[in-house]
């Protein structure tokens, strides 16, 4: 029988293009979600947060770094947070949020 889902060590990244306290909130949200669900880090959960700064090349940076580390899921905070990650994977399921026209940003 397989182990609950809460059991199983889950990784998760998070990049935000800058640290802005609405931007802020969504990462902290995301935390308390998963929380809510069970996760917690250092116990099945492996949390990281990156912040590019404002420089689409860290963003960039940041998306391959979090692409190698073979996370679970990649949480992008901001269009071009989201635009680095999109790029970079097509594989490791990516979330965002904060993005005002996903279309035209093409995720």
Do not use: C
């Not at 998963?34 to 947060?49: I, K, P, S, T, V």
């Not at 190698?68 to 999109?86: E, K, L």
């Amino acid at each position: 029988m397989a182990a609950p889902v809460h059991a199983q060590q889950k990784s998760v990244a998070v990049t935000a293009i800058v640290e802005h306290p609405a931007l802020d909130a969504v990462r902290d949200g995301v935390k308390e979600g998963l929380a809510a669900e069970g996760f917690e880090e250092g116990r099945n959960l492996q949390w990281q947060y990156q912040s590019a700064q404002g420089n689409t090349g860290t963003a960039a940076q940041i998306a391959r770094k979090f692409i190698g580390d073979q996370v679970d899921v990649i949480v992008a905070i901001a269009t071009p947070s989201a635009q680095a990650v999109a790029a970079a994977t097509r594989d490791i399921p990516l979330v965002y949020s904060a993005v005002t026209d996903p279309v035209a940003a093409k995720l």
